[in-house]
């Protein structure tokens, strides 16, 4: 099998628990096991029992990293040698950066330039070499295609990859091995691959669970994918939440049909409150997207009530110089 036709394959094939656990044993040693916090406070205002898998303190401050380095460890020397290449507005982009130079290997990462500064540092700290693109879709995979042709190296999108969709699965499958009671996990959805991991590993092993993905208003494309049975196009309104603003395809729109039950969305104004709670209460630091999947919750977009509900938390890469909580209503 050409190397075109194994980074194909692992882009369209569906991970199952087996290919999760799998990826689990493959990437422990280099990640974190991060910790699941608890709160009274947030169980106050949320009237349920809530467990906060904090994925914002995972290495690179998102649970990226373990789909990046699922992949890129799953590589054949000889695709490795090549080096890997990938489109991010940060968070992947950093996430692959550092799992190539464990593995000794270059990264090319195809950034929009407005993305974050803080992200953009991190990517270029962690020895990838960023390439700007502008925001929209057809730009960053434009410029990542010609680079790919340059350079040769091995596409490892952010979620069109099986191995990636199954890393991002062992988040989940940590929780659930330390919580395994829980009637509702909730996980944020831009292009679906944490979410897809977080469904197949949940339904697998507790298929009476409920698995729920949280989304900005302003950036609603699953919420009307999931609601019209296909997938829409991206929103047009502008987010806080800079790392959800990406669009399902059809490997993670399957998974999202099969395994999970509902789509939640919450404003601009929630997700600023639902970081600031955090912070207050948790003493956390999350970003915007990683602050999405508590905000349903804490703003009842679905109903919590007396409920054991396991929440990740999935990145907290946030510039300190401009917090944006500091703006929100108290």
């Known amino acids: 099998m050409t190397t075109a036709q194994t980074e194909q394959t692992a882009a369209v094939s569906a991970p199952d628990l087996a290919t999760i656990r799998a990826a689990h044993e493959r990437i422990r040693a280099q990640i974190h096991r991060t910790p699941v916090f608890t709160s009274e406070s947030l169980d106050a205002v949320a009237g349920a029992h809530l467990f906060f898998k904090c994925e914002n303190l995972q290495k690179t401050g998102s649970f990226k990293f373990r789909g990046a380095t699922n992949a890129v460890f799953s590589l054949s020397d000889e695709e490795a040698k090549r080096g890997v290449i ?14 190539a130079r464990r593995r000794g ?25 960023v390439t700007e693109c502008e925001y929209s879709m057809e730009s960053r995979e434009a410029v990542c295609k010609a680079l790919q042709k340059q350079t040769g190296a091995i596409l490892i999108h952010p979620y069109n990859n099986a191995r990636v969709i199954a890393g991002q699965g062992t988040a989940a499958l940590e929780l659930l091995e330390e919580v395994p009671d829980l009637d509702i ?22 298929p009476s669970i409920r698995v729920v993905g949280a989304e900005p208003k302003n950036a609603d494309d699953a919420y009307r994918s999931f609601a019209a049975g296909r ?22 729109f399957s998974i999202l049909r099969q395994h999970v039950d509902e789509i939640a969305l919450v404003t601009e104004e929630e997700i600023l409150s639902a970081m600031r709670l955090l912070w207050e209460r948790l003493k956390l630091i999350v970003e915007p997207s990683g602050a999405v999947s508590a905000g349903i919750v804490l703003h009842n ?4 009530r007396g409920k054991r509900i396991g929440i990740i938390l999935s990145g907290g890469n946030l510039d300190l110089d401009q917090i944006p909580f500091a703006r929100a209503a108290k």
């Open 185 to 206: 996990v909730v996980a944020p959805v831009s292009g679906g691959g944490l979410l897809s991991g977080t469904a197949i590993a949940s339904k697998s092993l507790r």
């Open 231 to 252: 997938i829409e196009s991206a929103a047009n309104t502008e987010t806080i939440a800079d790392g959800l603003r990406a669009v399902l395809c059809p490997l993670t």
């Open 86 to 99: 990938t489109v991010s507005s940060g968070n992947h982009g950093a996430a692959i950066s550092l799992a």
């Open 105 to 129: 290997i270059s990264a090319w990462v195809v950034m929009p330039g407005e993305a974050p500064r803080a992200k953009r540092q991190a990517v270029e700290a962690y020895g990838g070499r």
């Open 301 to 304: 977009k679905i109903d919590p």
